[in-house]
């Protein structure tokens, strides 16, 4: 369940980055697009978008953390799981 949401969380983040990079730096600087009722390239918009993108950055980063420590720890169980059931057979052929 949480590397479900994790991926959600990742795959969002990914989408939304991508569009305010693109917003941001390749409409206004790469394609030269603006448009006649949103200036691109206002200042207070582009401060906006790049805090807007800042902000998505961060949730990909919690969202990329969160699914690395989802497997380490599903990983984490196995083994221990593992162990246990070692642990477990041992002991009952001791007794």
């Known amino acids: 369940m949480i590397r479900a949401l994790s991926l959600a969380t990742i795959l969002v983040a990914g989408v939304l980055a991508v569009s305010y990079f ?16 949103v200036d691109l ?3 207070p918009l582009m401060a ?7 902000l998505t950055l961060a949730w990909l980063y919690v969202g990329l953390r969160n699914y ?28």
């Open 22 to 37: 693109s917003q941001l730096v390749i409409l206004p600087f790469v394609l030269g697009v603006r448009s006649q009722t």
């Open 48 to 54: 906006l978008e790049a805090v807007i993108l800042c």
């Open 68 to 95: 690395f420590f989802a497997d380490r720890l599903e990983r984490q169980v196995r083994e221990i799981r593992a162990i246990q059931a070692q642990v477990a057979s041992r002991h009952s052929l001791e007794d």
């Open 41 to 43: 390239v206002d200042p």
